[in-house]
């Protein structure tokens, strides 16, 4: 379906189409954004705010810093590996600022993941929390990192509460393991040295960001998101956000909403709705740097009149299991975005009968920037799917030969829009197994588009499984299980859970001997991060398999 078969069943106020050419890159947007916003709060976290002027001299100093110290050219990739902290947004928009192309790292991964991430994307610089300095420490020697800057969790804090809080963090509750970098510059240096930056031109196809991704075959890939996708869907994103009131004002309004930002910053989710599209409006995110704590996370709620929260089913739930969490203010609450994972019908139930705020969830992947569809907000919200696609773009239906089928019929999605990645990293092959001629990205998500233009998602055609909104591709977790010495053959599914959605169970046919269960998980848990450690592990005598000696993963769900 092309995108004006949808331009009929937009809520009032939203646009049918958005106009690129209002920037030319994310570089712009942020520039112009803290000129006209200067006095207003963008960033607040640990009791400390940012205004728009004060992010806008921070990361010039960066910037400038990294381009009369460092040998780095428009283009090298500068990878940052941190929590929500006021660091993060400084390193990102200081390291575009200087032209370079950031490689959003997760803090929780293991030395195998980041070996594998940063050699990929070349990464040359890296700005990371001292709190991973010993992961750093083990993997720099695999790399060809030549810089180093370690922030410190009390870096943007008055001196003395900056000096107790890292004191607490490292003596108190040793989350500072012993490493030796010495190479590594304090990242409150390099902001001292603010001797102005060259103002560097991007354009709308360079890329902004490599974002990593498993696709189907496991192996993290990065997708290549331009300037130029970022923007789209940011200002795709602000569209659907000026959608009218029933006072006929826009839901949003400039400069005066307040978003609270518990997802992770470095997952292209909270990425471009908390870092980007706030910023196009002058609007303030309140960084949330440890979510888990959920006792810490409502007492910070009730500390701000917030209209905005964007999370997943499993933070929502979690909140609303926490005693305190009704007795916060929700009168200013008008947007709670679900993402990430599937959103239950009675959780989106008990969070409206709560809040008195209609969760609304939307559709995207990484290669998409990484929103596609969203619901209309209020009344007109569907639950059970996943509203109707932006502006500007189209979605459609094939079959497993290529052909279009009509509405009401499952089949594969495709994804037509400015926001479509420009490809994967240096992997043409991967890029045109998903990516057509025309500018089709397939999505491997089976889906169905209702007569009136509504999305639901119905079924994965790939095997992917989804930890509390984060990827789990089970090609990874096989081969780096099968280089156990005591597993003969392994598989890996996923299985529902109450907690985060879906969990990861493993199959396991072991070699003569044996091995239990408490070793496989010890050895998991050193090879892969939290989410993607199987959570159930089953011993078989053998695994189900084709002809053709490959492993149903399918009779292997119908089991579980």
């Known amino acids: 379906m092309q995108p004006d078969f949808w331009s009929d069943k937009r809520p009032a106020g ?8 209002t920037y030319k890159s994310v570089i712009e947007v942020f520039e112009r954004s803290c000129k006209r916003f200067a006095d207003r709060p963008a960033f607040s976290n640990l009791g400390v705010t940012l205004t728009y002027a004060e992010l806008d001299r921070l990361s010039a100093a960066f910037a400038g810093y990294l381009q ?12 940052v590996q941190m929590p929500n902290v006021l660091q993060y947004p400084i390193a990102v928009f200081g ?24 050699k990929d994307a070349g990464v040359r610089a890296l700005v990371y929390l001292n709190m991973f300095g010993k992961l750093v420490h083990e993997v720099l020697p695999d790399t060809e990192i030549d810089y ?18 890292n004191t607490v963090v490292k003596q108190v509750k040793k989350m500072v393991p012993d490493y030796h970098l010495p190479q590594a510059l304090p990242f409150k240096a390099t902001l001292k040295q603010n001797q102005g930056f060259k103002r560097v031109t991007a354009s709308q196809e360079d890329i902004a960001v490599l974002q990593y991704t498993g696709g189907t075959t496991g192996v993290a890939k990065g997708a290549m998101l331009t300037h ?20 006929g004002t826009p839901l949003m309004k400039q400069g005066q909403e307040i978003m609270i930002a518990p997802l992770p910053l470095y997952h292209i989710y909270a990425f471009t709705a908390n870092c980007m599209c706030m910023m196009v409006n002058g609007n303030h995110n309140v960084l ?47 947007v709670t975005n679900s993402g990430g994972t599937a959103l239950v019908k009675a959780t989106a139930e008990r969070w409206q009968a709560m809040t008195g705020c209609t969760v609304v969830e939307g559709y995207g992947l990484t290669e998409t920037s990484p929103v596609a569809s969203t619901n209309p907000y209020g009344k007109q919200a569907r639950l059970g799917t996943v509203g109707i696609p932006l502006p500007d773009t189209a979605f459609k239906i094939i079959d497993d030969d290529g052909n279009e089928l009509a509405l009401g019929e499952r089949g594969e999605l495709c994804i037509k829009g400015p926001q479509v990645m420009k490809g994967y990293w240096n992997r043409e092959d991967a890029t045109a197994e998903v990516l057509d001629s025309e500018g ?12 009136d233009g509504f999305v639901r998602i119905v079924d994965r055609k790939k095997d992917m499984i989804i930890v509390s909104g984060f990827n789990v591709y089970p090609n990874e977790i096989e081969d780096v299980v099968m280089a156990h010495p005591k597993v003969a053959s392994c598989a890996a599914i996923g299985v529902p859970d109450e907690k985060s959605g879906e969990a990861v169970k493993l199959f396991v046919v072991a070699r003569e001997g ?18 993607k450690v199987p959570k159930h592990i089953v011993f078989r005598d053998s695994l189900p398999m084709t002809p053709v000696g490959k492993i149903l993963r399918r009779e292997l769900r119908d089991i579980a």
């Open 148 to 165: 180093l800057i370690e922030a410190k969790m009390g870096d943007m804090l008055p001196s003395l509460k900056g000096w107790l809080v």
């Open 514 to 531: 044996g091995v239990s269960a408490e070793e496989l998980k010890a050895y998991c848990k050193e090879n892969f991060t939290g989410y």
């Open 440 to 451: 089709w990205f397939k999505t491997g998500d089976i889906a169905v588009i209702d007569p």
């Open 68 to 79: 009369k110290h460092t040998d780095l050219k428009p283009g090298d990739r500068i990878a």
């Open 95 to 118: 390291a575009m600022r200087a032209g370079l192309i950031v490689v959003n790292t997760n803090p929780l991964y293991t030395a195998r993941e980041m070996r594998h991430q940063f």
């Open 288 to 334: 949330i740097t440890n979510p888990r704590d959920i006792p810490g996370f409502v007492k910070e709620l009730g500390k701000w009149q917030f209209s905005a929260l964007l999370g997943l089913n499993t933070l929502f739930v979690a909140l609303m299991d926490n005693p305190e969490f009704k007795n916060l203010d929700f009168s200013h609450l008008k």
């Open 14 to 21: 939203v646009p049918d189409s958005i106009d690129l050419s």
């Open 228 to 247: 130029g996708n970022l923007v789209a869907n940011m200002l795709q994103v602000d569209a659907c956000l000026s959608q009218l009131g029933e006072d």
